[in-house]
């Protein structure tokens, strides 16, 4: 393996391990002694680093300290730091770099390159906003629906000591977040209103008040009634147990949410009405290239990431054009662009049975799909999959589709959720590209086969890193023609449309975050250049507010394993194949770009050395 420079980080390279690196060449027996130790070495490691945290525990579908939720103060963070750099330190001093073979050098790379993140993000700490979109305030109580399972009644006791612990840790978030504005780190207007409606509709009706079940609650009495039912508690039971969750909602939840939302109605005072990128941030230059770099685990500029943009976003117009032309649409770009946001044949009723339809149709292009796999995949997940609607407290209109992982022994399905609040921002055109994407084959084809495999180090099916696992969900969406789909050519435009919102979002995140642009100036070039219905424009222009750099990998990713393939087939010719090459990709877990890079160039060393 040849050496992967990123971020600092010295990857795959024997100069950069630890260990005795003299005694000359190992043996084949010697590699594969100390690989394996390395690998025990690294299970025990990652299994301690799982037992410093409750929910990740809870989500891989363990019991262990399932009463608790984390410490989240500053201080527990520092102390994860220490426990991981003592872990480094640690491998470097047993193992010797040269004695392991390529999988395990991987591992060992993984290990120390996942110091070096925290490490390079310490001082960043602050400037990430806390209680913006998919904060804790949502966040925990869409973790206790959808990931605390209630089989018996000691769950259940579980359930609510954790309802309890709720209020703990808002308030030790809270703690975080007035550190931060100290520092002069606010997040955006926008997301303290956001974040102050979710709240309230989070500690909306029963126990809070007189009105229906809150989604949490509503949540409590499912899981009670359903002890009765499998007949592990009674009627009586249940109803205490009910009772006690109701009580820790109102006495300890409650007021931590009360706190917040004091907090913010006091704070928002100190926003202004324009939001801002990174730019206007203490260091926020320096803070956007951290991101950047972490983010997408190349060394691209700010600069080179806009300008890939605009060039691709170019492209793909041109693919557009042929398409307008194909279905005899009479106008300009931008005209069919308004055509296809508003034309009524492209969207369902916003009533219940819009939205049911609209699951339905997601479940079937999946189900086509799923009957195409074995031709393009040696490796097939054995996960189930499942197409939800967001939950009431967390959807919002224009909301971005997502995927939740299930759990690694299938006892929990993997989900593909949408926001279904506003139909008119759910095309149906672009459904069979969203569906490759946060389902087969993308989404939950990648992180149920890294979670499902076998011989690695067991952190290597849970670690992610953003651009390998978006970048792999993109380009499933351009796979997705190549196996037969997109037959109508609205639907092969929902593709192209996909692809060149990712195209758009290296021009607006870069141009809000580096260059200044304000975000109209986002909503306007996005309008302009893509058919995007304009309330998912703007509630994605605000997703890149608060979370900078993250839209940038999508694209970088997909361009990434698109020009791996490229380089695989020209070299292999003849021996190449989709299996081949799809198995490399995803057989190794999440990875950095670089280390992918290593993966596929040996395996086309592999096959070169097999060819007669």
Avoid at 92 to 100: I, S, T
Avoid at 383 to 392: D, G, I, K, S, T
Avoid at 527 to 544: A, G
Avoid at 582 to 595: M, R
Wanted: glycine share 8%; hydrophobic share 40%.
């Amino acid at each position: 393996m040849r050496a992967v420079l990123f971020g600092g980080v010295c990857l795959a390279l024997a100069a950069c391990g630890g260990g005795d690196q003299g005694g000359g060449a190992p043996d084949a027996d010697q590699i594969a002694a100390e690989s394996a130790a390395l690998t025990g070495y690294l299970d025990g490691e990652f299994e301690e680093e799982l037992l410093r945290s409750p929910e990740w525990l809870t989500r891989l579908g363990r019991d262990d300290r399932q009463d608790e939720l984390s410490d989240v103060t500053e201080a527990a963070l520092d102390a994860d730091l220490a426990w991981r750099r003592e872990s480094v330190e640690a491998m470097k001093a047993q193992f010797d770099y040269d004695k392991l073979n390529d999988v395990a050098k991987t591992s060992y790379d993984i290990w120390e390159l996942e110091l070096e993140r925290e490490q390079a993000a310490r001082p960043w700490r602050r400037h990430q906003y806390i209680f913006a979109r998919g904060g804790p305030h949502t966040g925990l109580p869409n973790f206790m629906i959808n990931f605390h399972e209630v089989d018996d009644v000691a769950d259940m006791d579980a359930y609510v000591a954790r309802i309890s612990e709720i209020g703990r840790v808002i308030d030790e978030y809270l703690v975080r977040a007035k550190a931060a504005t100290d520092d002069g780190v606010r997040m955006p207007r926008f997301a303290y209103e956001q974040t102050l409606s979710e709240a309230q509709r989070v500690t909306s009706g029963a126990p809070f008040d007189g009105g229906a079940p809150s989604p949490l609650y509503e949540n409590v009495l499912d899981n009670t009634q359903a002890l009765v039912e499998a007949g592990a508690a009674d009627e009586t039971e249940a109803a205490a147990l009910a009772e006690r969750a109701a009580r820790a909602m109102t006495d300890d939840m409650y007021p931590a949410y009360e706190r917040l939302i004091a907090w913010l109605e006091a704070d928002i005072v100190n926003t202004t009405e324009d939001a801002r990128g990174a730019w206007h941030l203490p260091d926020g230059e320096a803070y956007y290239n951290w991101r950047l770099e972490n983010q997408t685990t190349t060394d691209m500029t700010a600069d080179e990431i806009h300008e890939l943009g605009l060039a691709e976003v170019a492209r793909i117009q041109a693919e557009m054009e042929q398409i307008k032309q194909t279905v005899g649409f009479d106008g300009t770009l931008q005209e069919f662009f308004e055509f296809m946001r508003t034309d009524d044949q492209f969207f369902l009723p916003s009533t219940d049975e819009g939205r049911e339809e609209y699951l339905r149709l997601a479940r079937e292009h999946l189900s086509v799909v799923e009957e195409r796999l074995p031709e393009y995949f040696g490796m097939l997940p054995r996960a189930a999959l499942q197409v939800r609607r967001v939950e009431a407290f967390r959807e919002e209109p224009g909301g971005a589709a997502h995927y939740m992982t299930g759990s690694p022994d299938g006892s929990r399905p993997g989900i593909f959720y949408a926001h279904l609040i506003d139909m008119r921002a759910a095309s149906v055109f672009r459904l069979e590209n969203l569906a490759y994407h946060e389902g087969l084959p993308g989404h939950h084809m990648q992180r149920s086969i890294a979670q499902e495999m076998e011989g690695l180090p067991n952190f290597r099916g849970q670690y992610s890193y953003t651009a390998y696992t978006e970048g792999w969900a993109l380009y499933a969406e351009y796979l997705g023609k190549e196996m037969g789909g997109y037959g109508d050519p609205y639907s092969d435009f929902g593709r192209l449309s996909g692809e060149i919102w990712r195209a758009v979002r290296l021009v607006v995140d870069t141009g809000l975050h580096a260059k200044g642009w304000s975000e109209q100036q986002g909503v306007e070039y996005a309008l302009e250049n893509s058919p995007r219905p304009e309330p998912s424009v703007r509630s994605e222009m605000r997703r890149y507010l608060v979370n900078p750099a993250q839209a940038t990998t999508y694209k970088i990713g997909m361009n990434h394993i698109l020009d791996l393939r490229a380089q695989a087939q020209a070299e292999l010719g003849d021996d190449f194949t989709y299996a081949g090459f799809h198995d490399v990709v995803l057989g190794g877990g999440a990875v950095p770009l670089p280390i992918l890079t290593e993966r596929v160039e040996g395996w086309i060393a592999e096959v070169k050395a097999a060819q007669p």
